[in-house]
């Protein structure tokens, strides 16, 4: 029953967003972003029982982009545990996404991990020795295996154009290695953000690879631990808080979910206990996150009763 | 079994704090904050049948300070409703409660509403024509009303210490008077916010308040509609992204509840659909948060699963 | 025959900036000033041996606005000395005259004493037990001596309309007090601020009076000594690196002078041993001094060879 | 007989700062600075005839640091003229050397020429086509040529030490080159960059290297013509207003010359139509300028009547 209705508000919700006129503008600062069709959205849910459902271009794979922090950070902090957070805050920014002005006041630490600072500071935690390679099959590995699919890769000319042109991420990179906040060669440290930021994956993988999140650690309520609970938990509160860059407390206001957005247009929404989303469409909001992603995000808490700032018995 | 379970985790967490030694540093900015004996601890929570569980100090009343503005809050949303967005932002600011700096890069609109200068700004949205008196009262009647406690009062000396030495305020206020950000003279916005923030309440009155926030704006799941659901989900929303200054993200991390602190150390917190909680103790941490306070929503979140982020189902 | 290559220069100068039609704005804040006439433009000189030249509207008397704080300075520190540094710094601030930023990330202690915070804290500095009718009167005094005309006094008008607008002082005063850089009340330091600001002078008036510093502290190479000779030095030093707000290094670029200006639109220049000028035309540049005003000086400089920077046998 | 007082002053000054024990802290970013010997101290001056006169260690060499900057935005002017200023500012930072705060604040373009992103910005504007011999061998010949000694040279260590741990530069060469600040390859823009900061100059050298600013535009009053005049005059404004980084408007208060910085401790200093001054002395005070330096720059300052804020008839 609950399947019906989610069916049906997917199936609603995509009908009306592949309506929309005002669809936002899509990130042109490199081809591969500028030249995706605006006019697509897609998304994807899984439920407890491991169902999944989608609607319009769930299929579509497209560029992750910042999503990935969130996959990244699990990464770093299997590695690091608390230590990460000696060089990563854990605090909204209240700043863009690129910012550089709150590294100078604070010493070159990161507010957060979903900032660009923060997430590169983060890559360099599970870089050993320069050697970027392996960074990078352990990232999609880890991915390959949330999503249980093993097609996951990374597009290349997505990679190569943002290391072409990325001189913000070298000069956040630069700045924090002054600062000793970063340990491998800004350069390297790069080299896996570009490319780590730049896999590829559709609603229907994006979905699934977030399921751990939303069973406290597991791919589904009874499936065996892959983090510990309170990490995932934390995780959550992490993308609630911070996951929006500067639009992060309009998003916890609207939608209420804790979620992850990349410039690429997807978004990454958890309802803990219920459900992993995912929901994608190019154009972009003026603080950088997907417009109709995000229109579909509220549309669907709402109409679920999903948001985490309510009762929880719609 | 519920509530044995909550009988049990609040006593003994109310007898650890009790014992700790490391009670964090009073706030000392006024004589009447100054002189509280910094060993208190009381906590207070309401469950869904209205049954209220208390231990420690949870009788003794404290000056709510900040947490006074989660109520102004509700009142000027009654009154405006989304029109009080064009005045006060929802984004965490990144920055200390009393800064200056956000409101001069972005044209005296404070970030959110519970930062000092977003309070102040909520503060003139319930003030008609320099009317002091009158916005007093509505908002001890509101408070009143949602306590079931017609004896709540204003602590006088508070006040008027607040007003001989709030400088910073009158500072905040009258740049933001400059921007036409607040109406009425900032002198009569500040009388207001001084004597709301004035407000003494116990641990057992403050958890009865925020009952309309924990049963999505009714004061228990069958009690009669007192604000929209939707305003209250997002009111813990911003409460959860803002409600802590630059400590907001930490305290989401740990805790995993939407909350408000206030300087005199009294935080409520809350479990959406299934409880109101006050704690209270007098000294703060280095962000100017109940140091023991925190600590202690961290423990009982943590025994009774009540992490929002978390699948609920503990 | 210097004398008469300058009064040459000057009726030339004059004559241009009243046939320029591109003047800049006046300024609006306040009726007062939004009323005046953007279509005069005065100039006054004093030479060494004390002969005033002058052409355009140089009696008309105009608000001296903040070039007021070049003479409170010199009463603060006739009346503190170098104490006076301990509240107040000397280096460029690189922001707007009304930046409260600055004063947060520096504890409330303004850059220096020209932006409109470290003006108001030099003002305090002259004022004695919130006595304002005192320090105005010590004021007017000093004015009336170093121009030799008793006839310069307050624009009532014009310190009402700064009283009952000046928000952002008001903000600035307030903020200064809640760190103690300030002693006095802030309204009574207002008090004196706004009535100091709003003295009227004309060219002429002010030319006499700038005299003291372009002879090292008196009044003309043999006249009897005001101040000491490194104080007079010093105030120029300030003059030029900090007299035009965030428009001082590019006065000192294409003037090469010292100077100050106000936001009425007047500005005195001083060419140490050689004269004291003044001008005035109300209209002004993106950053808020006269904009005529400052080609004027500019050409005038460049013709008599007077930049400080030049080898000075021009 | 002014070349007796000017004698008898340096030789006096010399002395004093041999023997003072309060000098400072050197640099210790890299080892090359971190080894000099802090003890030494050395003064040139060279006057209207071309008399050079010195004292102290005069004839050793020292890193010239951001000292280059005076003769790389010599350059820059003369292959760029005003078209420089569209991409640096001609105002006082208000903030430290490195700073990166301003340039994100205003679009990556640096508010001078001779805080360390605005130097950089004066490198690559001298650079054409990464082409980084070619500029290297303009600076040096330039520099030989106004100093008149063609064995000045690159430290080649120290430029080393500078690529290998100048992160912060790199950050500020990537940040403007996201702006299109830069036009060349942060890389090779730094590579000049460091190379010239590495200079090695006596304060003979150099204070022969200071002349054309010293006599608008050429090495002496009777020698022909090197930069226009006014150009001269303008660099000098520049130096006094933003030469020493946030010490600016202090060494402007004291001294009252234009002068320029460098972190190796040596001093530049112009007395225009008189005479160019250089010291140097290995500790720096809190804000990066030479202790001893500026100490007895003040004092041949006071002692010479040397102030271009003075009447200049000593």
């Known amino acids: 029953m609950e399947h019906e209705k989610l069916r049906t508000a997917i199936t609603e919700i995509a009908a009306d967003m592949a309506a929309e006129t ?9 081809p591969e972003l500028a030249d ?36 990244t ?6 590695a690091l545990d608390d230590a990460l957070w000696d060089r990563v805050g854990r605090e909204p920014s209240g ?86 906040v970063i340990e491998n060669a800004p350069d390297r440290a790069l080299d896996v953000y570009f490319n780590h930021c730049a896999i590829a994956m559709s609603c229907r993988q994006l979905a699934n690879a977030g ?28 993308m609630l808080t911070c996951g929006h860059y500067d ?15 990349g410039v690429g247009g997807g978004i990454l929404a958890i309802v803990p206990g219920q459900a992993s989303i995912a929901v994608w469409s190019p154009g972009l909001n003026a603080v950088g996150n997907s417009k109709l992603g995000s229109l579909a995000l509220e549309r669907l808490a709402e109409r679920m009763g999903w948001s985490v700032f309510a009762r929880g018995e719609a």
């Not at 491991?50 to 969130?70: E, H, M, P, R, Y």
């Not at 639009?247 to 957005?261: D, Q």
């Open 22 to 30: 005002d669809r936002g503008r899509v990130a042109t600062y490199i």
């Open 36 to 71: 995706v069709d605006p006019g697509q959205f897609g998304i994807a849910a899984v439920t407890a029982d491991g169902t999944l459902l989608s609607a319009g271009d769930a299929n579509t794979c497209f560029s992750i982009q910042s999503v990935s922090k969130v996959f």
């Open 73 to 78: 950070l699990t990464l770093a902090l299997e």
């Open 95 to 180: 700043d863009p996404f690129n910012s550089i002005i709150q590294l100078e006041a604070e010493k070159g630490r990161p507010r957060n991990p979903f900032i660009n600072a923060g997430a590169i500071a983060v890559t360099d935690a599970i870089l050993d020795d320069d050697n970027a390679e392996e960074a990078l099959d352990k990232i999609l590995d880890f991915l390959r295996n949330v999503s249980g699919d093993n097609s996951i890769a990374i597009d290349d000319s997505v990679a190569r154009s943002e290391a072409a042109t990325g001189f913000r991420n070298y000069a956040l990179a630069n700045f924090m290695r002054s600062w000793s």
């Open 211 to 238: 399921r751990y999140l939303a069973w406290d650690g597991k791919l589904g309520p009874n499936a065996e631990r892959l983090i510990p609970e309170q990490r995932a938990r934390r995780i959550n509160a992490l």
């Open 247 to 261: 639009g992060s407390g309009e998003f916890a206001f609207r939608v209420g979910l804790p979620g992850k957005s």
